[in-house]
């Protein structure tokens, strides 16, 4: 069975560009988490769907971000207009239980780079 | 206040040392957890689940303290691939501390 893919594995954009990130969940996991981790930092909490429902999105930055997820299937995290400090390692993860409290399993991550 | 909370460390011991480390947690009404590893430039994976009655696996000892509100990490006999980040999270909610850094030395 596949498990969470992201894509793309590596972007690098200019400031002031936009750059759409990628997450494929584990068929059938209704929970899905992005999270960013900065290059020194933890890794933090964005947001939560359940299925296409924005279930918790406290962690999102600012409105230069914007995560959808039609249908509940795969996702995408938007970034526009990008700024330095957006720099960073975005992951994401889904789990198959929301009430149960599953084990979410996590993407290799989307490292992207504003120059 | 954060869902949890750890020592983010470095923890710095030699191969072959115990080594254990808490999660506060802040929400009385979670029921079980999650102990979570990274390594440098990798994604989290589950190390290992943590109930009521505690969890262990090998060299692993997770046990949930309801009344302090923490769970612990026991790691006896530590490798130097035992290195990396460790992570908790409430299981009904993936939000990680910022993690706490161990570093086995030769």
């Known amino acids: 069975e596949a498990g969470v893919t992201q894509f793309p594995s590596h972007s690098v954009i200019e400031k002031g560009q936009t750059v759409t990130l990628r997450c494929d969940p584990i068929s059938g996991h209704d929970n899905l988490y992005w999270y960013r981790r900065v290059m020194g930092k933890e890794i933090k909490f964005l947001l939560h769907?359940?299925?296409?429902?924005?279930?918790?999105e406290s962690g999102m930055p600012n409105n230069r971000f914007l995560a959808e997820r039609t249908g509940g299937t795969y996702s995408t995290l938007k970034v526009q207009p990008a700024e330095l400090e957006d720099s960073g390692v975005y992951f994401c993860a889904s789990s198959q239980d929301y009430r149960g409290g599953a084990e979410a399993f996590f993407g290799q991550g989307t490292r992207l780079t504003v120059v | 206040r954060k869902e949890v909370e750890q020592d983010p460390g470095p923890f710095n011991v030699p191969e072959g040392a115990t080594v254990a480390f808490n999660c506060t947690y802040s929400?009385?009404?979670?029921?079980?957890f999650f102990w979570y590893r990274q390594d440098c430039r990798k994604e989290p994976k589950l190390l290992m689940s943590v109930y009521s009655s505690g969890n262990e696996d090998g060299r692993f000892t997770a046990q949930l303290n309801r009344a302090s509100q923490y769970i612990s990490l026991l790691i006896r006999d530590s490798k130097l691939s035992d290195s990396a980040t460790y992570l908790c999270?409430?299981?009904?909610?993936?939000?990680f501390g910022s993690g706490t850094r161990l570093s086995i030395r030769p």
């Open positions: 999270s409430s299981a009904s909610k993936i939000i």
């Open positions: 769907f359940v299925k296409e429902s924005k279930q918790d």
């Open positions: 929400n009385s009404a979670s029921q079980s």
